[in-house]
């Protein structure tokens, strides 16, 4: 089994930054990607950022020039480092990654997080 454990989540003021972390550990083999979704209430779970095991990234159009997203290969944890944060920024941020636990297995098998609340207010 895979876990997926973040961090970094708070109640921060707007214009503010904050950095989310989180560790994949378990039966790994491989680590095809990682990103960061987020779900803001009563709204559907999006896609914030997401980067490959050949670091090509790609981020939501909302959290571009705010939002970067890096990886740590061999500690197998993201990071979000999120800037100039905004109201609308506030939502529970779930940790993604993409692992295969053996080279047997072709398809990798998609796991989260449990989420960190980011809260964006004055």
């Known amino acids: 089994q895979v876990q997926l454990v973040e961090s970094g989540g708070g109640l921060v003021q707007p214009g503010g930054s904050l950095r989310l972390s989180c560790a994949a550990s378990?039966?790994?083999?491989?680590?095809?990607?990682m990103g960061w979704y987020r779900q803001a209430p009563a709204k559907q779970r999006q896609l914030v950022a997401r980067v490959s095991s050949g670091s090509r990234k790609n981020y939501a159009d909302s959290v571009k020039g705010r939002f970067t997203i890096s990886r740590d290969n061999n500690k197998n944890t993201v990071y979000l480092q999120m800037n100039s944060l905004k109201p609308e920024d506030t939502a529970v941020y779930y940790c993604n990654a993409e692992i295969t636990s053996s080279a047997a297995e072709y398809y990798a098998t998609n796991y989260w997080g449990k989420g960190t609340l980011v809260t964006v207010s004055s």
């Open positions: 378990g039966s790994i083999f491989s680590v095809v990607a």
